[in-house]
C-alpha cells in the first residue's frame, strides 16, 4: 500500500502484530461451518465472491479475500495477520449516532467503517459483522465499498464541521479520517489529498520532533493539549496557528483525536507589533531606554565572561534642537529626530545598535571594541553626519550634537553607571561648546560632579527666588562719561556669599531655566531703567541684559517685550540684548532675521565677547547689531604687540568705519585705559572702573556721571 501525502502519523502507531502465515480459514471460522471441507476450496470460494471478506480471531484479520485484497493494494501472498483496527478504521454499528464498537455483538449485526485503499484513498465500507465464537472472538465481516446510510443527525454533525470557521481534523490511529472546508482554506490540502495521511506532516521539520513528543506527552497526561505553534501549508508557507487536540470517545474508549486549528497570524502580527512598539521608540523606530539598558546588560555579562570582548557607550544630544522646536514648529522637530535616527543607523557598523532616551537625547552601544580610541573613531563618524545640515521643510538646519563616551570598566557593574559616565562626558563636551566628544575619566567625574552641584544650586535659587541683578558701569573713554550699565545675574549661595556664576547662562541653558531667567532680566531691567529716568530725569542711560542663543530666538521674545515695555513705559531704545557671538555663527540668515525684527521695535542687538572665536568680520558688515564688546583677551592685547593686537587695531578700524560702536570689557589698568583710547575705543568697563553693583550704589554712581568720580561734568 503507498503512503499518504502526509507520511507518517502524528501519535506513535502500536506495534505492528508479528508477521507470520495466513491462518487456515476452519481454524477461523471454526471446524462446524467448514467440517469436511477442502480448505484450498472454501478459499477459492471466497476469492470468488464479489464482496470484502475478512476472517478475524482474537482481534486479528487473518484473512482477506481476493476482493478484500485488491481494494487494499495487496497481492495473494502479501497477506500477514494484523489488527482489526488496522484494516477497518472507525469500525462502528449503522446506527443514528455511532458509539458502541462491535466486538461481542449478535451475528449479523450492520456496520460501517473506513478502508485505507490504494494510494492512501480512504474508502466508506459498509456490511455486517458475524460473530462465530464469541469467546474466542472469531468472526467473519462481509462489507462493500459505498456511500454510508446515514440519519438526518449524521448529516447534520457533518455540517455543523463543515461550517465551523476553525480547521477541523479528525484522525483514527494517526491517519485523517475527515477534515472540513475550513482545513482545506487553511492549509490548501482538500479532503480527498488529506485522507489517509498524518498531521504530523504539517509540523515545521526542523521541530517535527521535539513538538511531536511534548503533544504525546500532553496527551498521555491530560488527554488533551492547547497550544499556539505553526503549521506548514500545502504551498510551504508557515502559519501561525492555535491548536487544540481532543480525544474522540466512543462508549469511553478513545478511538481517534479531534484536531482544532485557528488561524492566529493577524493576532500574532498585532502582538508583535505591541511589543515592538512598547520596546521601541514611536517617532524614529529605534529601540527605547528599557530595550537599550537590556542589550547593554546583555554586553556586559558577555564581557564578564570574556573580558577581550570590550563595548561603551556613546551618549548624543543635539545643540540646537530646541530652537528648531521653536522656531518652525514640533512637527520640525519631529522630521529632525527622524533625520537624526537615519544618520545614527547609517554611521554604525551592523553589530552596534543606537536608542533614542528620549527628548533630543541618543545613545549607541559600540560592541567588540579594544581601547577608547575606537569609541572616538564611531564617535567621530556621527559628529560629521551631524555637522551636515538637515532639510526641514525647506530649511536647512544645523543641528549639531555633544557627545560623551564611556568605556566599560570593572566599576560600570549595571547598564545604569555606564549610561551615567557617557552622560556625565556628554555635558562636559556640551559646556565646552558642543559639537564634539569627551571621553569620561576620574577627572572629568570631579569637575562634572561639581556642575552638578552648581545646577542644583541655581535651581533652588530659583525656586527660592534667591537670585538678584548688579550693574557694571559702561563709560565713554574719551571723556570718561558714564554711558550705561550691564546687568549682571548674581545669586545669594548658602553661606551669605554673592556668587556671579560665571558659566550661568549655559547651565540656565541645560537646565530649561533659561526662558524664565531671561524674562525676570527683562523685568527687572525695564524697571531699573524706569526707576532711572523718573530719580535721573534728562539722563538717558543704556542698560544691556545678556541673554543665550536659545533665550535671543525664542519665538515669545518681541512679544514679551512689546509686554514689558508697555508695562513699565520705558524707551525701548534705551534697552541693549547683549547675545555671545556664537549665537550669531551658526546660521547668519536666522540671525539676520531675527535682528532686523528688534530693530524694527528700536531694540539695539550687541555681540558679546567678539573675537572669542574668530567670528567673522563680515559680521561687523552684514548684522544689524549696534554695538561689539571685545573679548577680555582682545582688551588684554592692546600692551602686546602681536597678532592678537592687529586684530584688535582691525576691529576697531573697521568698526568705526560702519557706526557700530566698540566696547572693550575687562579694562584692568590705566594703560590698557590710554592705548585703547588713543585706537579710538568709543566705550570700555571693567575692574578699573568699578565692580558690578548694587541697584542702590549704582544709582549714585549715575548721579555723578563720570570717572573717575572727582571728575566734574
Same mark, same amino acid.
Given at each position: 500500500?503507498?503512503?499518504?501525502?502526509?507520511?507518517?502519523?502524528?501519535?506513535?502507531?502500536?506495534?505492528?502484530?508479528?508477521?507470520?502465515?495466513?491462518?487456515?480459514?476452519?481454524?477461523?471460522?471454526? @471446524?462446524?461451518?467448514?467440517?469436511?471441507?477442502?480448505?484450498?476450496?472454501?478459499?477459492?470460494? @471466497?476469492?470468488?465472491? *464479489?464482496?470484502?471478506?475478512?476472517?478475524?480471531?482474537?482481534?486479528?484479520?487473518?484473512?482477506?479475500?481476493?476482493?478484500?485484497?485488491? +481494494?487494499? %493494494?495487496?497481492?495473494?501472498?502479501?497477506?500477514?495477520?494484523?489488527?482489526?483496527?488496522?484494516?477497518?478504521?472507525?469500525?462502528?454499528?449503522?446506527?443514528?449516532?455511532?458509539?458502541?464498537?462491535?466486538?461481542?455483538?449478535?451475528?449479523?449485526?450492520?456496520?460501517?467503517?473506513?478502508?485505507?485503499?490504494?494510494?492512501?484513498?480512504?474508502?466508506?465500507?459498509?456490511?455486517?459483522?458475524?460473530?462465530?465464537?464469541?469467546?474466542?472472538?472469531?468472526?467473519?465481516?462481509?462489507?462493500?465499498?459505498?456511500?454510508?446510510?446515514?440519519?438526518?443527525?449524521?448529516?447534520?454533525?457533518?455540517?455543523?464541521?463543515?461550517?465551523?470557521?476553525?480547521?477541523?481534523?479528525?484522525?483514527?490511529?494517526?491517519?485523517?479520517? &475527515?477534515?472540513?472546508?475550513?482545513?482545506?482554506?487553511?492549509?490548501? &490540502?482538500?479532503?480527498?489529498?488529506?485522507?489517509?495521511?498524518?498531521?504530523?506532516?504539517? +509540523?515545521?521539520?526542523?521541530?517535527?520532533?521535539?513538538?511531536?513528543?511534548?503533544?504525546?506527552?500532553?496527551?498521555?497526561?491530560?488527554?488533551?493539549?492547547?497550544?499556539?505553534?505553526?503549521?506548514?501549508?500545502?504551498?510551504?508557507?508557515?502559519?501561525?496557528?492555535?491548536?487544540?487536540?481532543?480525544?474522540?470517545?466512543?462508549?469511553?474508549?478513545?478511538?481517534?483525536?479531534?484536531?482544532?486549528?485557528? %488561524?492566529?497570524?493577524?493576532?500574532?502580527?498585532?502582538?508583535?507589533?505591541?511589543?515592538?512598539?512598547?520596546? /521601541?521608540?514611536?517617532?524614529?523606530?529605534?529601540?527605547?531606554?528599557?530595550?537599550?539598558?537590556?542589550?547593554?546588560?546583555?554586553?556586559?555579562?558577555?564581557?564578564?565572561?570574556? *573580558?577581550?570582548?570590550?563595548?561603551?557607550?556613546?551618549?548624543?544630544?543635539?545643540?540646537?534642537?530646541?530652537?528648531?522646536?521653536?522656531?518652525?514648529?514640533?512637527?520640525?522637530?519631529? +522630521?529632525?529626530?527622524?533625520?537624526?535616527?537615519?544618520?545614527?543607523?547609517?554611521?554604525?557598523?551592523?553589530? %552596534?545598535?543606537?536608542?533614542?532616551?528620549?527628548?533630543?537625547?541618543?545613545?549607541?552601544?559600540?560592541?567588540?571594541?579594544?581601547?577608547?580610541?575606537?569609541?572616538?573613531?564611531?564617535?567621530?563618524?556621527?559628529?560629521?553626519?551631524?555637522?551636515?545640515?538637515?532639510?526641514?521643510? !525647506? /530649511?536647512?538646519?544645523?543641528?549639531?550634537?555633544?557627545?560623551?563616551?564611556?568605556?566599560?570598566?570593572?566599576?560600570?557593574?549595571?547598564?545604569?553607571?555606564?549610561?551615567? %559616565?557617557?552622560?556625565?562626558?556628554?555635558?562636559?563636551?556640551?559646556?565646552?561648546?558642543?559639537?564634539?566628544?569627551?571621553?569620561?575619566?576620574?577627572?572629568?567625574?570631579?569637575?562634572?560632579?561639581?556642575?552638578?552641584?552648581?545646577?542644583?544650586?541655581?535651581?533652588?535659587?530659583?525656586?527660592?527666588?534667591?537670585?538678584?541683578?548688579? &550693574?557694571? *558701569?559702561?563709560?565713554?573713554?574719551?571723556?570718561?562719561?558714564?554711558?550705561?550699565?550691564?546687568? $549682571?545675574?548674581?545669586? &545669594?549661595?548658602?553661606?551669605?556669599?554673592?556668587?556671579? =556664576?560665571?558659566?550661568?547662562?549655559?547651565?540656565?541653558?541645560?537646565?530649561?531655566?533659561?526662558?524664565?531667567?531671561?524674562?525676570?532680566?527683562?523685568?527687572? !531691567?525695564?524697571?531699573?531703567?524706569?526707576?532711572?529716568?523718573?530719580?535721573?530725569?534728562?539722563?538717558?542711560?543704556?542698560?544691556?541684559?545678556?541673554?543665550?542663543?536659545?533665550?535671543?530666538?525664542?519665538?515669545?521674545?518681541?512679544?514679551?517685550?512689546?509686554?514689558?515695555?508697555?508695562?513699565?513705559?520705558?524707551?525701548?531704545?534705551?534697552?541693549?540684548?547683549?547675545?555671545?557671538?556664537?549665537?550669531?555663527?551658526?546660521?547668519?540668515?536666522?540671525?539676520?532675521? +531675527?535682528?532686523?525684527?528688534?530693530?524694527?521695535?528700536?531694540?539695539?542687538?550687541? $555681540?558679546?565677547? =567678539?573675537?572669542?572665536?574668530?567670528?567673522?568680520?563680515?559680521?561687523?558688515?552684514?548684522?544689524?547689531?549696534?554695538?561689539?564688546?571685545?573679548?577680555?583677551?582682545?582688551?588684554?592685547?592692546?600692551?602686546?604687540?602681536?597678532?592678537?593686537?592687529?586684530?584688535?587695531?582691525?576691529?576697531?578700524?573697521?568698526?568705526?568705519?560702519?557706526?557700530?560702536?566698540?566696547?572693550?570689557?575687562?579694562?584692568?589698568?590705566?594703560?590698557?585705559?590710554?592705548?585703547?583710547?588713543?585706537?579710538?575705543?568709543?566705550?570700555?568697563?571693567?575692574?578699573? =572702573?568699578?565692580?558690578?553693583?548694587?541697584?542702590?550704589?549704582?544709582?549714585?554712581?549715575?548721579?555723578?556721571?563720570?570717572?573717575?568720580?572727582?571728575?566734574?561734568?
Amino acid at each position: 500500500m503507498t503512503t499518504s501525502p502526509f507520511g507518517a502519523g502524528l501519535l506513535p502507531e502500536s506495534k505492528q502484530s508479528e508477521a507470520g502465515d495466513a491462518a487456515d480459514p476452519r481454524e477461523v471460522i471454526g @471446524l462446524s461451518l467448514y467440517e469436511n471441507a477442502n480448505p484450498d476450496a472454501q478459499r477459492e470460494v @471466497l476469492d470468488g465472491l *464479489p464482496v470484502l471478506v475478512f476472517l478475524e480471531r482474537a482481534g486479528k484479520i487473518v484473512f482477506a479475500n481476493a476482493e478484500a485484497r485488491q +481494494i487494499l %493494494d495487496l497481492n495473494e501472498g502479501e497477506w500477514t495477520p494484523r489488527p482489526v483496527e488496522d484494516v477497518l478504521w472507525g469500525l462502528f454499528p449503522g446506527t443514528a449516532e455511532p458509539q458502541t464498537k462491535l466486538t461481542a455483538t449478535p451475528r449479523g449485526n450492520p456496520f460501517h467503517a473506513t478502508l485505507p485503499g490504494k494510494g492512501g484513498r480512504l474508502i466508506p465500507v459498509e456490511g455486517t459483522y458475524s460473530i462465530l465464537n464469541a469467546e474466542l472472538r472469531e468472526a467473519v465481516i462481509v462489507a462493500h465499498p459505498g456511500e454510508r446510510d446515514r440519519v438526518p443527525k449524521s448529516r447534520l454533525m457533518e455540517d455543523v464541521l463543515a461550517s465551523l470557521p476553525e480547521a477541523v481534523a479528525i484522525d483514527h490511529r494517526n491517519h485523517v479520517l &475527515y477534515t472540513n472546508p475550513a482545513f482545506t482554506r487553511m492549509f490548501g &490540502y482538500t479532503a480527498e489529498e488529506a485522507s489517509g495521511g498524518s498531521l504530523r506532516e504539517l +509540523i515545521v521539520p526542523e521541530t517535527r520532533f521535539n513538538e511531536n513528543t511534548a503533544l504525546l506527552k500532553a496527551v498521555e497526561a491530560h488527554g488533551s493539549a492547547v497550544m499556539e505553534t505553526v503549521r506548514r501549508n500545502k504551498a510551504g508557507e508557515l502559519v501561525d496557528v492555535s491548536l487544540q487536540i481532543a480525544p474522540l470517545l466512543v462508549d469511553g474508549a478513545q478511538v481517534g483525536n479531534v484536531f482544532s486549528f485557528r %488561524d492566529i497570524g493577524e493576532h500574532k502580527q498585532t502582538e508583535e507589533k505591541l511589543q515592538h512598539d512598547a520596546m /521601541h521608540d514611536l517617532l524614529t523606530g529605534l529601540p527605547n531606554r528599557a530595550l537599550f539598558l537590556d542589550r547593554v546588560n546583555l554586553t556586559l555579562n558577555r564581557r564578564l565572561r570574556n *573580558p577581550e570582548h570590550g563595548c561603551g557607550v556613546l551618549y548624543l544630544d543635539l545643540d540646537r534642537f530646541k530652537e528648531v522646536n521653536d522656531g518652525l514648529g514640533h512637527a520640525a522637530g519631529d +522630521i529632525l529626530l527622524a533625520a537624526v535616527a537615519g544618520r545614527l543607523r547609517a554611521s554604525l557598523r551592523p553589530q %552596534d545598535s543606537a536608542a533614542r532616551l528620549g527628548g533630543d537625547e541618543f545613545a549607541v552601544l559600540v560592541e567588540n571594541i579594544l581601547t577608547a580610541y575606537d569609541l572616538e573613531i564611531v564617535a567621530g563618524r556621527i559628529l560629521r553626519e551631524m555637522e551636515r545640515p538637515f532639510d526641514v521643510f !525647506g /530649511h536647512a538646519v544645523h543641528a549639531g550634537a555633544s557627545i560623551g563616551a564611556a568605556m566599560a570598566g570593572p566599576d560600570h557593574t549595571s547598564p545604569d553607571l555606564l549610561l551615567r %559616565d557617557a552622560d556625565r562626558a556628554m555635558y562636559r563636551a556640551k559646556q565646552a561648546g558642543g559639537g564634539r566628544c569627551e571621553i569620561f575619566d576620574t577627572h572629568l567625574e570631579v569637575a562634572v560632579t561639581t556642575q552638578q552641584e552648581r545646577e542644583r544650586e541655581l535651581r533652588a535659587a530659583v525656586d527660592k527666588r534667591q537670585f538678584f541683578f548688579r &550693574y557694571q *558701569p559702561i563709560y565713554r573713554l574719551a571723556n570718561g562719561k558714564l554711558e550705561g550699565f550691564e546687568s $549682571i545675574l548674581s545669586l &545669594y549661595r548658602a553661606d551669605g556669599t554673592v556668587d556671579n =556664576f560665571q558659566n550661568l547662562p549655559v547651565i540656565a541653558e541645560d537646565n530649561n531655566l533659561s526662558i524664565l531667567l531671561a524674562r525676570e532680566a527683562l523685568d527687572a !531691567g525695564c524697571a531699573q531703567l524706569r526707576n532711572w529716568a523718573d530719580r535721573l530725569p534728562g539722563r538717558a542711560l543704556t542698560l544691556a541684559v545678556n541673554l543665550t542663543r536659545r533665550q535671543l530666538y525664542h519665538p515669545d521674545l518681541i512679544a514679551y517685550l512689546m509686554k514689558v515695555f508697555a508695562a513699565s513705559g520705558v524707551d525701548p531704545s534705551r534697552l541693549l540684548l547683549e547675545a555671545p557671538e556664537s549665537a550669531f555663527n551658526e546660521d547668519p540668515d536666522a540671525a539676520v532675521a +531675527i535682528l532686523q525684527r528688534l530693530a524694527d521695535w528700536q531694540v539695539r542687538v550687541a $555681540i558679546d565677547d =567678539f573675537g572669542s572665536s574668530l567670528a567673522p568680520l563680515n559680521h561687523l558688515v552684514r548684522l544689524p547689531v549696534a554695538m561689539v564688546k571685545l573679548d577680555p583677551r582682545l582688551t588684554a592685547a592692546v600692551l602686546s604687540p602681536g597678532r592678537q593686537l592687529a586684530v584688535l587695531e582691525s576691529l576697531l578700524r573697521l568698526g568705526n568705519a560702519l557706526g557700530v560702536q566698540i566696547v572693550a570689557q575687562g579694562i584692568e589698568t590705566r594703560e590698557q585705559l590710554a592705548a585703547l583710547t588713543r585706537m579710538s575705543c568709543a566705550l570700555g568697563q571693567g575692574p578699573l =572702573f568699578s565692580p558690578a553693583l548694587d541697584p542702590e550704589l549704582a544709582l549714585k554712581l549715575a548721579e555723578r556721571g563720570y570717572w573717575p568720580p572727582a571728575q566734574e561734568a
